[in-house]
Every structure is written in C-alpha cells, then in structure tokens.
Nanobody, 123 residues
Framework: VQLQASGGGLVQAGGSLRLSCAAS????????MGWFRQAPGKEREFIAA????????AYADSLKGRFTISRDRAKNTLYLETNSTKPEDTAVYYC?????????????????WGQGTLVTVSS
C-alpha cells in the first residue's frame, strides 16, 4: 500500500486546512487509519484516527474540537480538516494505515505510512 498525502503548504493563523491522503490499493479500506504530525525538534504526535467504516473516530485530547477526520472508502482517501489553524500546528503531517480494523493512538500500531506533507502556519 502506498499513501500519498497532499494539501500542505503555507496557511495564515485562523485559516482553514484540508489534508488528503490517497491510498494506492483497497487494502486500506478494511483498516483503521490515522493522522500524526511531527514538529521540528519534537516527537511524532497522534492527531486523530478513524475506524475502517468511518463509524468511530478518536482525537488527541489537546486537539479535539479543532480537527475533523473523515474518509471516503470508495475513493480510498483519508481527510483531515480544521477551520482554526494556529502557529503551533506547524509540522509535517503523516497519514497511516492501522494493522487492524479500528485504531489506536500509538505509532507502532500503524503498518503503512505516507511520506508526509508540510504545513506551515504563519502568525
């Protein structure tokens, strides 16, 4: 499975952001998926995850309410959206495919990773 993340770039604080992650095969459609991010000098951080059918989601406590994860199984595409970006959201954002049908918050539970897309939020 190959994952191609897109939608990153320069965003003004308070602006909107929509990231997409296209999977190369249908394998991911039966697996949970997640978004992580890594800021310069920091460890990779869990943002959100979604179950195989989109029926269940989870968010990092510190980010809940600002980000929304969704997926379109027919298009093999995962999304992450926010309408209120902050400078501290500056990071490389990664999408990933979970080993099972649901999800977890730890990176080792994900078996496939995208290459990452850089988001820079200016103040």
């Amino acid at each position: 499975v190959q994952l191609q993340a897109s939608g990153g770039g320069l965003v003004q604080a308070g602006g909107s952001l929509r990231l997409s992650c296209a999977a190369s095969r249908r394998t991911s459609s039966n697996n949970g998926m997640g978004w992580f991010r890594q800021a310069p000098g920091k460890e990779r951080e869990f943002i959100a995850a979604i179950s195989w059918n989109g029926g269940s989601t989870a968010y990092a406590d510190s980010l809940k309410g600002r980000f929304t994860i969704s997926r379109d199984r027919a298009k093999n595409t995962l999304y992450l959206e926010t309408n209120s970006t902050k400078p501290e959201d500056t990071a490389v954002y990664y999408c990933a495919v979970h080993r099972g049908s649901y999800y977890s918050r730890d990176a080792p539970s994900y078996m496939y990773w995208g290459q990452g897309t850089l988001v820079t939020v200016s103040s």
